[in-house]
């Protein structure tokens, strides 16, 4: 079955440094990988995703994921952290039924 | 700017009622979701409709929870009766599956049920 995990319930950061969430996939064929992100009192938004092609994607919001075969990872990044981004973090892929598949959510804060 | 909406944005009752939840799918959006989120089980799948077609309800509790699409732009959502364990954020989301299996989900912004 289609499944992704991200290890980390929680990641802090300094405003101004990179940040990473990570993502680790198990599927069977090619990966159909997404994120999202969920602010405070409001649904999912979608911000990029990996279907082909170019290893890194880029997303809203200056964000990017690298989509890593050989480690089976689509790690979330950007080079210089916002306050803003404060938010949780949901890695998915898509299931054999052509429905999406989430992760546990990983919390990410951002300090001034 | 097409979004999904959802009503009521917050809903109060009391055990043994019964709550409907409504959501309006993106037009031309041929699959929709119902999720509901809590702090303990995190985002859990309850029902998928494709073509308004229910493909997967197996996350629902059957005995209590009905999900429904009457018509394209109408998905139901029911819970009779309803208890206080049923308390969570409950989201609709909308996407347009094509051909490639490629497609993103558009959320709606939640109920929030309280069942006291």
């Known amino acids: 079955a289609q499944s992704v995990a991200q290890p980390e319930d929680q990641v802090n950061v300094a405003e101004g440094n990179p940040l990473t969430v990570k993502c680790t996939y198990s599927?069977?064929?090619?990966?159909?990988l997404f994120w999202y992100v969920q602010y405070p009192n409001r649904g999912l938004q979608f911000l990029l995703k990996?279907?082909?092609?170019?290893?890194l994607v880029k997303g809203s919001y200056g964000f990017e994921a690298e989509f890593n075969k050989s480690q089976t990872s689509f790690h979330l990044k950007k080079p210089s952290a916002l306050v803003s981004d404060s938010a949780l973090y949901f890695c998915a892929v898509r299931g054999n039924n052509n429905d999406m598949r989430f992760g546990a959510g990983t919390r990410l804060t951002v300090k001034p | 700017d097409a979004r999904v909406t959802q009503t009521p944005r917050h809903k109060v009752t009391e055990m043994g009622q019964e709550v409907t939840m409504r959501c309006q799918p993106i037009?031309?959006?041929?699959?929709v979701f119902w999720y509901r989120q809590t702090m303990m089980q995190g985002l859990e799948l309850l029902a998928y409709?494709?073509?308004?077609?229910?493909?997967?309800d197996s996350g629902m509790p059957k005995d209590r929870f009905s999900a429904e699409m009457p018509d394209a732009t109408l998905a139901t959502l029911k819970i009779q009766p309803s208890e206080p364990r049923d308390s969570a954020v409950y989201f609709c989301?909308?996407?347009?599956?094509?051909?490639?299996?490629?497609?993103?989900?558009?959320f709606g912004p939640g109920t929030r049920l309280t069942v006291t």
């Open positions: 990996y279907i082909t092609g170019d290893n």
């Open positions: 037009l031309g959006h041929n699959t």
């Open positions: 989301a909308s996407g347009l599956l094509t051909g490639t299996g490629s497609y993103e989900q558009y």
């Open positions: 409709f494709r073509n308004r077609a229910p493909l997967d």
């Open positions: 599927v069977s064929g090619n990966p159909y």
